[in-house]
């Protein structure tokens, strides 16, 4: 049991905060219903105490395993034949320079940041553009639209930024 807070509520703020590390609940909470709270909040796995050391090591390296990292450990993240450098705000595909203005290279930290995940336009606006309230506009299709034009090789037919009818958009890269 943790001071202050619970483990269900740390993974919450987490999750909420756009951290995507894996996450394993380790608890003496071992109720079917705990665990599948747990694991709706944003857990990676769950593993009630008691339990083996070889079990843990285990489960840690799957989750190693599941979420390989695609940065060089030196503020870069390559996808297809695009790199991102995120200390000079550079986008490059291959060797040529990619033009982006300051908001897509926001909108485009974001979803690398929240890679798999799908983020409506309202998640979206409060996010990258720091809106309170969800104003009816559509700039977020625009920006994508716009984006997808410049790091996509095919932007009429998106591998990287795709759209998930009805609820927004995914990046899969």
């Not at 269900?8 to 951290?19: A, H, I, P, S, Y």
């Not at 608890?27 to 593993?47: E, H, I, M, S």
Request: proline share 5%; with cysteine.
């Amino acid at each position: 049991m943790l001071p202050k807070m619970n483990g269900f509520d740390v993974c919450r703020e987490l999750r909420k905060r756009g951290v995507d590390t894996p996450v394993l609940m380790l608890t003496a909470r071992g109720q079917v219903v705990d665990k599948v709270v747990g694991l709706k909040l944003g857990a990676d796995d769950y593993l009630t105490k008691p339990f083996e050391a070889i079990e843990l090591v285990a489960r840690l390296e799957v989750l190693m395993r599941r979420r390989p990292t695609k940065s060089d450990g030196a503020g870069t993240y390559r996808f297809g034949d695009v790199t991102v450098d995120f200390r000079s705000a550079a986008v490059r595909r291959g060797t040529d320079p990619i033009e982006l203005s300051a908001l897509e290279f926001k909108l485009l930290r974001h979803f690398i940041a929240h890679r798999g995940e799908t983020l409506s336009r309202d998640a979206l606006l409060a996010d990258v553009w720091g809106y309170d309230e969800t104003p009816m506009t559509r700039t977020v299709d625009v920006h994508v639209a716009g984006l997808r034009q410049k790091i996509e090789a095919n932007p009429k037919s998106p591998e990287f930024i795709v759209t998930v009818h009805g609820l927004g958009y995914k990046f899969l890269g």
